[in-house]
């Protein structure tokens, strides 16, 4: 028969090592999990490239309103850790399709030989054909070509989220707003995606065949295009594709085409793409730029993206008032459109009216409880407005002087040309980049010839609109990245850069047939007819040397021009040679 006093020692021994056990046991398991929580990878954010084609954002609205959808998407994320976004542009639109992409896959590999990529996007079609031909760049990473041109292309290598034209929206809206709509004239160009579109619209258009009569100008040079534009009237209208040559390859950029033919045109003009929508554009059923960059930003964050999501009514107030246009889709957004103070500025009013009601309560409080303070206090903030109203006003006056006496620096009153300090200062910029990248500028110096017997037989009012004329021509044959400049009484001075002697050439040869055209009249009514002649250089880019100055190569190349004007005014005038 067991001892009951050792049946008790031994209860009372085992609750104290029962209880030590499961306390080793607990403490195990925590530091098991602690171990596992050190040892495993922390969470890596995702790196993701995209590629620009069109440049930066200054040179192109259209990547500003990519810019802009991006920021609003990603704006409503709560980050634990960002995402790594690596952009890089192709400088298309400043130095043409071909040498943006030059070397750009060496560029790249060597630039992020060290990033590991989630994904590569491409915005618009000149970084999607990079990218689709060289498959060996980064790869294994997940390709998405957005906005890219081709809507049946199924890359090997990627997801395709072109945008999906609805034409016959587009056409549909058009009827809608203007009833009387019976004539569409199409402006788009003779590229690939021009004429993929404009197969598109033919197709969209075969619903309305009996009440709309549809013509496509996609084979014009600008004049014809300008003329056709200049014939139209009631129960017309335009619909407006990106156009980035004409029928002689004549290269401009679609916003610039844009406002040209908004300039001239005297009926509605529709476009396909919200970046078009300028001063005297309508808008209509377009592709809308922040969708397309809110797409980018769905990928950026590893979500599906929706191609089909990426267009929408958007109009031009100023535009549909001009044209009288009504019956605008309800889910229409408006652009520019007047608002009233109180839509523009209400939280701003609420926050100004609440902390006046603020103020007031406390001036309140301090007038009952310290009235003999209350003259000083006034004249404390009257004091403190007064100066804060004179640094503004002081402030302002000065920015209005420093712009104005810049302006008058750089700029000759006549003609509104660059003056001679406005042409050394970009001419010693733009060699000294040439002589860096090893690019060719050339120089064109301009005189109009007899124009003392000009100022002499007509007086010197004939002689400012001769110098007025010709700076007019100058602007006219001038493209965006060209200089002009008024060098000194009747001499210009045209710096192209970029730009080799032959084509410069050509360039002088149309500005000579261009003035010759002239007639100037005179106080007495005569017309006076006008010639130049012109002197052409360009430099020849070698690797810099440290012995030569750039001042150097600024003299040898005015130096040369001017020989070249001088044999022009010798050789018989009207002329163009060169040096």
């Known amino acids: 028969m067991p001892c009951p006093y050792l049946t008790r020692l031994r209860a009372a021994i085992r609750l104290p090592c029962l209880s030590f056990l499961l306390w080793l046991c607990c403490n195990a398991a925590v530091h098991a999990q602690d171990l596992a929580e050190i040892s495993a990878p922390r969470f890596a954010p995702r790196q993701v490239l995209v590629l620009y084609s069109l440049g930066s954002d200054a040179s192109s609205q259209w990547q500003t309103l990519i810019h802009k959808g991006m920021s609003a998407e990603l704006a409503n994320e709560n980050w634990r850790l960002a995402p790594g976004i690596y952009e890089e542009r192709l400088d298309s639109v400043r130095v043409g399709e071909q040498p943006a992409i030059a070397g750009l896959e060496t560029y790249l590999q060597t630039k992020y030989r060290m990033v590991r990529f989630d994904a590569i996007i491409t915005e618009n079609y000149l970084a999607a054909q990079f990218l689709s031909q060289h498959p060996a760049l980064f790869p294994g990473v997940p390709r998405y070509y957005v906005n890219q041109g081709r809507q049946d292309w199924v890359p090997a290598d990627g997801i395709n989220l072109d945008v999906r034209h609805d034409f016959g929206k587009a056409i549909a809206v058009m009827l809608q707003v203007t009833p009387r709509l019976r004539h569409i ?10 004429q993929a579109w404009i197969a598109a619209i033919r197709a969209a258009i075969t619903p309305y065949q009996d009440r709309l009569k549809v013509e496509f100008w996609d084979h014009l040079s600008q004049e014809e295009l300008w003329r056709r534009t200049g014939t139209l009237g009631e129960g017309s209208a335009i619909y ?16 610039v085409m844009a406002r040209d033919l908004a300039a001239r045109s005297a009926v509605p003009i529709f476009t396909s793409v919200e970046s078009l929508i300028l001063p ?26 929706d191609p089909d999501g990426m267009q929408a009514y958007i109009f031009d107030d100023a535009a549909v008032q001009r044209f009288g246009l009504r019956n605008l889709p309800g889910e229409a957004r408006i652009l520019n459109r007047p608002q009233g103070v109180w839509a523009q500025y209400h939280w701003q009013i ?16 301090l007038l009952l409880a ?14 403190r407005d007064m100066l804060e109203e004179r640094v503004l006003q002081r402030t302002l006056e000065l920015l209005v002087a420093n712009s104005r006496l810049e302006q008058q620096a750089t700029t000759d009153p006549l003609t509104g040309l660059g003056n001679r300090r406005m042409m050394t200062l970009r001419l010693t ?17 301009i005189d109009i010839d007899h124009f003392k017997r000009i100022n002499d037989g007509h007086g010197h009012d004939a002689g400012d609109r001769a110098i007025a004329a010709v700076a007019q021509v100058l602007r006219s044959v001038t493209r965006g990245m060209d200089t ?25 040869e149309r500005l000579r047939l261009a003035a010759a055209s002239l007639r100037v009249e005179c106080d007495d009514g005569q017309l006076v007819s006008l010639t130049i002649s012109i002197g052409v250089t360009s430099n020849t ?12 190569h600024l003299t040898d190349l005015l130096i040369r021009a001017d020989q070249a004007l001088y044999r022009a005014k010798h050789g018989g005038r009207d002329r163009v040679e060169w040096s």
């Open 185 to 194: 004239a199409v402006v788009g160009d003779g590229s690939a995606r021009g």
């Open 429 to 445: 910029e733009e060699l000294e980049r040439a002589q860096r990248f090893g690019h060719t500028l050339s120089l064109l110096m």
């Open 541 to 552: 880019p070698q690797p810099t040397a440290p012995a030569r100055r750039e001042a150097d």
């Open 484 to 508: 002009a400049a008024r060098f000194g009484g009747e001499e210009f001075v045209l710096l192209m850069p970029e730009t080799p002697l032959p084509v410069a050439l050509e360039a002088a």
């Open 350 to 365: 609420i926050a100004g009216l609440s902390l006046i009601a603020l103020q007031a309560a406390l001036i309140t409080a």
């Open 280 to 305: 005297g554009v309508v808008g209509g059923y377009v592709i809308s730029g922040e969708k397309v960059g809110r797409t980018i930003a769905r990928i950026l964050l590893g979500r599906t993206p």
């Open 240 to 255: 407006l594709l990106p156009v980035y040559r004409d029928e002689l390859g004549q290269r401009t950029t679609p916003p």
């Open 370 to 383: 310290q009235r003999s303070r209350r003259a000083s206090v006034a004249a404390l903030h009257a004091e």
